[in-house]
Antibody
Framework: QVQLVQSGAEVKKPGASVKVSCKAS????????ISWLRQAPGQGPEWMGW????????IYAEKFQGRVSMTTDTSTNTAYMELRSLTSDDTAVYYC????????WGQGTLVTVSS | DIVMTQSPDSLAVSLGERATINCKSS????????????LAWYQQKPGQPPRVLIS???TRESGVPDRFSGSGSGTDFTLTISSLQGEDVAVYYC?????????FGQGTKLEIK
């Protein structure tokens, strides 16, 4: 079955960058895109952007333009999301999800930004 | 951006009773070219990622109990749990995938009365 396994929790200082990985299995990686989302404590999910599993084309939410990069490695069926210039407002659980419009989610990666 | 608004914010229902959650979009999420509503429903339990229950507004995902059903079209949608079970305690979200950025409702917290 579809499985997305994300990298482990991270603690970062303000101004730093974080890179989260998402390894897909159970389906043909190049047939679907991957969306990245985040969920701050007590809040609903927030969509950050999408990357094609086929050709690496990206669509970023305007809020994150210039600060986020999404990439894929089709040799390992892995997607990556890098977020730069972190502030405390970026503390959240970050999710990757197989994107058919509706989303099938990874387990999440807690990113804590604290001095 | 399409704004999704759910009601109520929280809901307490007795075991075995019906639970109804509403979701309204600020613009239609119906594509007239294929007559499909680009609307999904999710269930999220504490410490877990959201789990998709319903896609295309009314198509139940594989493995989802048939007590869950979705209805509506255009801008107004409903998730119904026909007979509440204890394991249904969770937060429920609607999401539109008609256009990017994908957007979610603020969530409805469902509890047992």
């Amino acid at each position: 079955q579809v499985q997305l396994v994300q990298s482990g929790a991270e603690v970062k200082k303000p101004g730093a960058s974080v890179k989260v990985s998402c390894k897909a299995s159970g389906y043909t990686f190049t047939n679907y895109g991957i969306s990245w989302l985040r969920q701050a404590p007590g809040q609903g999910p927030e969509w950050m952007g999408w990357i094609s599993g086929y050709d690496g084309n990206t669509i970023y939410a305007e809020k994150f333009q210039g600060r986020v990069s999404m990439t894929t490695d089709t040799s390992t069926n892995t997607a990556y999301m890098e977020l730069r210039s972190l502030t405390s407002d970026d503390t959240a659980v970050y999710y990757c999800a197989r994107d058919e419009g509706w989303l099938k989610w990874g387990q999440g990666t807690l990113v804590t930004v604290s001095s | 951006d399409i704004v999704m608004t759910q009601s109520p914010d929280s809901l307490a229902v007795s075991l075995g009773e019906r639970a109804t959650i509403n979701c309204k979009s600020s613009q239609t999420v119906l594509y007239s070219s294929n007559n499909k509503n680009y609307l999904a429903w999710y269930q999220q339990k504490p410490g877990q990622p959201p789990r998709v229950l319903i896609s295309w507004a009314s198509t139940r995902e594989s493995g989802v109990p048939d007590r869950f059903s979705g209805s509506g079209s255009g801008t107004d949608f409903t998730l119904t749990i026909s007979s509440l079970q204890g394991e249904d305690v969770a937060v429920y979200y609607c999401q539109q995938y008609h256009s990017t950025p994908y957007t979610f409702g603020q969530g409805t917290k469902l509890e047992i009365k």
